[in-house]
């Protein structure tokens, strides 16, 4: 099955700080989404992305979907302490099974004040 | 409004219970999914609804069982459940496939489920 390779795993970072995180993926995804999870707390939906070589930006949040359509990346400029939580990617293609996103293992950010 | 929400927030049960999930949205979303989530792990899908009818059932055991009411709620029934289904049980919703380009899934708080 697809399996998307998100890294790092976790990362510790000083406030103001800007930081970036990616995910690839070993088969070409249609759409990517970046949220952010707050323990105990359901995912939010970041940003969305549906074309390759699109970048977004959502605030101090910019994610860009690579032009092989196999990975995306996203970066948090001048980072704040509410920036800490786990994001995760996830990608969807248009075939089959259509409705179901691949998601990362997530990275978990630490911001240090 | 662009909510999804769940209810209860929390939830503790016996292996003898039977108890019930809720979520509701106001989006006109017309697919819907239940997620469960274990503690560092990313979420898992269970079933999908879309237009009201089952179209995904993720090979779930038969002690989930799953319900959707009308276009705006979706139930998850438990019963006999085992301590290892304890988690954050999440719902989601989104556009149906047709509008495949424009389908991103916006959760809910979830639940907190705990088994005893």
């Known amino acids: 099955g697809q399996q998307l390779n998100q890294s790092p795993q976790s990362m510790f970072i000083q406030e103001g700080e800007d930081v970036s995180m990616n995910c690839t993926s070993s088969?070409?995804?249609?759409?990517w989404l970046w949220y952010k999870q707050d323990p105990g707390e359901g995912p939010v939906l970041l940003i969305a992305?549906?074309?390759?070589?699109e970048l977004t930006s959502n605030g101090r949040l910019t994610a860009q979907f690579g032009i092989t359509r196999k990975d995306s990346f996203l970066n948090i400029s001048a980072s704040i302490p509410s920036d800490v939580g786990i994001y995760f990617c996830a990608g969807r293609n248009s075939g089959a099974g259509s409705y179901q996103l691949t998601f990362g293992k997530g990275t978990k950010l630490s911001v240090i004040p | 409004d662009t909510e999804v929400t769940q209810t209860p927030k929390h939830l503790v049960m016996g292996m003898t219970n039977k108890k019930s999930l809720k979520c509701e949205q106001h989006?006109?979303?017309?697919?819907m999914y239940w997620y469960k989530q274990k503690a560092k792990k990313p979420p898992e899908l269970m079933f999908v609804y879309s237009y009201e009818k089952l179209s995904i059932n993720e090979s779930v055991p038969s002690r989930f069982s799953p319900e959707c009411p009308n276009s705006s709620l979706l139930n998850l029934h438990l019963h006999a459940l085992q301590p290892e289904d304890s988690a954050l049980y999440l719902c989601?919703?989104?556009?149906?496939?047709?509008?495949?380009?424009?389908?991103?899934?916006?959760f809910g708080p979830g639940t907190r489920l705990t088994v005893l």
């Open positions: 992305l549906y074309k390759a070589g």
């Open positions: 989601a919703s989104s556009q149906p496939r047709r509008y495949s380009s424009y389908n991103e899934q916006f």
């Open positions: 088969s070409i995804f249609n759409t």
């Open positions: 989006m006109g979303h017309r697919a």
